[in-house]
């Protein structure tokens, strides 16, 4: 069996591009991967820039704390090493602590600490700066630092003596004041003869004992006239402390067994040991220990020092100063250019589909029908691509079926026009007779005419959504009994066989009418395209909750190639668009919008020179499913 009439010109296009437009928006129904997400990207590009921000800011506020930290360390060393340094300088000068109050509170003052001196062993305080009513002092675990003129920090004042004596420990070298003013008389003569002899200027320096020094560049040595020597000769003051010095040195060096040794002051008014063992360690060590020893009844005590600093405000750490505003706008302008940066590079990623996008639309709306757009992601933007891709492959379909349904319908409705004009203008001519025969031709086109427009008016209907449909329980063997009788004289007249069967008690819930046009339809087509001696076998049975009515021929069959378009309009399996076998074109389109509309389907399936066989499946009346299904 042949298909019946349909569009000639769409049995030329490939199968394969209607079949892509029909697949591709079942595609855009699965969802996007999220690594692949427009919104992951866009939450990646802000995690970025939020990281960018982030760690610019962490930066700026660990280089800016590190230097404030640095700033405030660096002020509290030195706050207590001057706090260390007076402390040690009371201590060297003074025989006890009763008299420190007055120091520490100045300190305090201009340090901004709370300062407490102790004494070992005994917590109570014996000079605090700012003390708390009622409230014992309870020192920290650890001092600030142990304030001992015998025993000097280095760490708190570099460049301490080695013996770590504090140089202004002097204590029995305390020089009267006539032998302090007769040597800063000295002194100030030796500058004056310096001075107008050698033209040089120098300077006199006091040291803590009250001696006056000369103090001449390391290349200069003075005249004859201008002795210093008579400057560096110990006074009687000193010579009676060195003498006692002396006495405890060598009873050091006699109990360790080292040889007695003669001391003498140096440059700096500091005793040293002179001769041949005076730089043996045993004689260093002793002369150490004997000047602690000799001092220790003219300087205070160890105590022990509390630094703290309870009610200062801290120091803020970001003090807009000019380096601190530079670091803040180095990092906005780095934050800033990272984020510029980022946020165009994804703007251009995100941006460029959409132009592409834009510009294919333009084109379409311009009307270029074949206006595509690339496809360059799987993202939210390329499913839009791919379904303006697939709305512009459909919409240029359309249009192409548009125009040839035009073309199609101008040509059908053409020949029986044309016919019946030829017929009625020949008989105007006298070239043929007005009888029965002509009357009989024109009737006959002028029902092709007919019948072509209800079909049309049908399928119109259809595609507006306006046929409305009148359902109602229907016996299935009932309508295919009917459609035979009434295509029973067609099939005897083609020399077709015509059979039917069907299960008696099928109900199908159905337009009646509607029915059995499309049965009709199936058996007329089918009875056209079987060649006399035939047969046409009409035949229902139930299935999986459906009826499945099939029209199966004897005929010619149908090309692989031509079979996806039997149910298209106008469609002719004769390229010649002949009307020898009869039908408006239209009849298996009809027969595929009344199957839609009941909820079902038609197919067909052809074995060439085997024949064809058209199937109509409808779902059963829920009663009659829930009865039973009949075999497949």
């Not at 200027?201 to 020094?213: A, C, I, K, L, T």
């Amino acid at each position: 069996m042949g298909p019946e009439t349909n569009r000639g010109e769409a049995a030329s296009h490939p199968r394969r591009r209607t079949a892509r437009w029909r697949i591709l928006p079942s595609s855009l129904r699965r969802e996007v991967p999220l690594r692949r997400s427009l919104l992951l990207r866009l939450l990646a590009v802000s995690v970025v820039v939020s990281v960018c921000s982030v760690a610019a800011t962490a930066y700026v506020v660990v280089q800016m704390t590190a230097v404030a930290i640095r700033q405030e360390q660096g002020q509290a060393l030195a706050d207590d090493a001057k706090t260390y340094d007076e402390l040690l300088g009371y201590a060297a000068r003074h025989p006890d602590w009763s008299d420190a109050a007055g120091t520490v509170h100045a300190l305090a003052r201009r340090t901004g600490h709370r300062i407490v001196l102790t004494t070992r062993g005994h917590p109570r305080p014996v000079a605090d700066s700012d003390p708390e009513p009622g409230v014992p002092f309870r020192p920290p675990a650890k001092p600030t630092a142990v304030i001992d003129p015998l025993a000097v920090d280095p760490d708190l004042l570099p460049g301490s003596a080695g013996d770590l004596i504090d140089p202004r420990a002097v204590g029995p070298f305390l020089l009267p004041r006539e032998e302090r003013d007769r040597l800063a008389g000295l002194a100030a003569r030796v500058q004056t003869c310096v001075h107008e002899t050698m033209q040089e200027d120098v300077r006199v320096e006091r040291e803590p004992s009250g001696r006056s020094r000369v103090l001449l560049p390391p290349d200069m040595s003075t005249t004859a006239r201008c002795r210093t020597e008579i400057i560096d000769e110990p006074t009687p003051t000193e010579k009676k402390a060195l003498s006692a010095l002396g006495t405890l040195v060598n009873a050091c060096l006699a109990h360790r067994g080292a040889p007695a040794v003669t001391l003498s002051l140096d440059d700096s008014g500091k005793p040293v040991a002179t001769g041949r063992d005076a730089g043996r360690s045993q004689v260093s060590s002793c002369v150490a220990t004997s000047r602690a020893e000799q001092l220790a009844p003219y300087v205070a005590p160890a105590a022990q020092l509390y630094v703290s600093s309870p009610g200062r405000t801290a120091t803020t750490f970001f003090a807009l100063s000019p380096a601190n505003k530079a670091r803040i706008a180095g990092g906005a302008a780095l934050v800033l250019l990272v984020t510029v940066a980022v946020t165009v590079l994804a703007g251009i990623r995100l941006v460029r589909p959409l132009r592409a996008l834009t510009a294919a639309v333009q084109r379409l709306e311009e009307g270029d029908a074949d206006a595509q757009v690339q496809v360059t992601g799987a993202d939210e933007i390329g499913r839009l691509s791919v379904a303006f891709n697939s709305m512009a492959g459909r919409r240029a379909e359309l249009e192409r079926l548009r125009r040839a349904m035009v073309s199609d319908v101008a040509h059908e409705l053409r020949t029986p026009l044309s016919n019946i004009r030829g017929w009625l203008e020949a008989a105007e001519d006298g070239v043929v007779e007005t009888d029965d025969d002509l009357l009989a031709s024109v009737l006959e086109e002028a029902l092709l005419l007919q019948h072509i427009i209800d079909d049309l008016r049908d399928l119109s209907a259809a595609d507006a959504g306006e046929l409305r449909l009148s359902k109602a329980p229907v016996q299935v063997a009932d309508v295919l009994a009917q459609t035979a009788n009434a295509h029973r004289a067609d099939a005897d007249t083609s020399g077709v066989t015509l059979t039917v069967t069907a299960d008696d008690g099928t109900l199908v819930d159905a337009d009646p009418v509607r029915l059995r046009q499309m049965t009709g339809n199936l058996v007329s087509n089918a009875i056209r395209h079987t060649p006399r001696g035939g047969t046409v076998a009409l035949r229902s049975q139930v299935a999986n909750g459906s009826v499945r009515i099939d029209v199966a021929d004897t005929g010619a069959g149908i090309a692989p190639d031509e079979l996806p378009h039997v149910f298209d309009r106008f469609w002719r399996a004769e390229k010649s668009r002949s009307r020898q076998t009869g039908g408006s074109g239209l009849g298996l389109s009809i027969v595929r919008k009344l199957a839609e509309m009941h909820g079902g389907t038609v197919t067909a399936r052809s074995t060439p020179g085997a024949g064809s066989v058209f199937r109509l499946t409808l779902p059963l009346l829920p009663e009659a499913a829930r009865a039973g299904d009949g075999g497949g």
